[in-house]
Every structure is written in structure tokens, then in C-alpha cells.
């Protein structure tokens, strides 16, 4: 009988993906580098980086539940956990 492959879930949105990136719940930047750390997957940490500020992130929110519970990632989290989506761009558009 075949093994069944471990299937990976996101910490923030609970979706089963194909792929986690660690997450530093306080950025290293931030003093974070051994601290406690999330899986999360592309799309939750991409958006988390965009909405905020490695300082509000170390500050505010530093742990799963209080990411959950952010005002800003309400429509998100809504969004993401009815999509399929494993990547997203966040790339801007080219400046001139």
C-alpha cells in the first residue's frame, strides 16, 4: 500500500497547500531570528509582509491568534480560504 503524502497546512488561513515558508513571528529584523516561528503558506505570508510593518508584526502581531484576529487580513482570510491559489505576485509594477 502507498504511503499517503503528509498533507501541509497554513497556520493563518488552514488551507492544505503544497508548500510552507517559516514564518519569524517577530522578524528577525526585529530581534526575531531564534525566536518562535509560523508555517504558513505563500499567499498568507506575501500579504502579511504587504499589510504590515516589521515593527507592527513584532509589536501587535506576534503569534497566530492575533494575526487571526487582525482587522486589516479579515477580507483576506475570508478570500483565500475559498481559492485554491498556491502562489501570488507581489511584485509591483515596474517603476520609471
Not at 18 to 26: A, D, I, K, S
Not at 44 to 58: D, I, M, P, Q
Request: glycine fraction near 8%; charged fraction near 30%; proline fraction near 3%.
Amino acid at each position: 500500500m502507498a504511503k499517503k503524502e503528509e498533507e501541509l497546512v497554513c497556520g493563518l488561513c488552514g488551507r492544505g497547500v503544497q508548500y510552507l515558508t517559516r514564518h519569524h513571528l517577530v522578524p528577525r529584523e526585529e530581534g526575531g531570528r531564534y525566536g518562535a516561528s509560523a508555517e504558513l503558506c505563500q499567499p498568507c505570508h506575501s500579504t502579511l509582509h504587504l499589510t504590515f510593518s516589521n515593527r507592527e508584526l513584532a509589536l501587535q502581531y506576534n503569534s497566530i491568534p492575533a494575526l487571526q484576529q487582525a482587522e486589516d487580513l479579515q477580507k483576506y482570510l475570508k478570500w483565500v480560504r475559498s481559492k485554491r491559489v498556491e502562489r501570488i505576485t507581489t511584485r509591483r509594477g515596474r517603476r520609471r
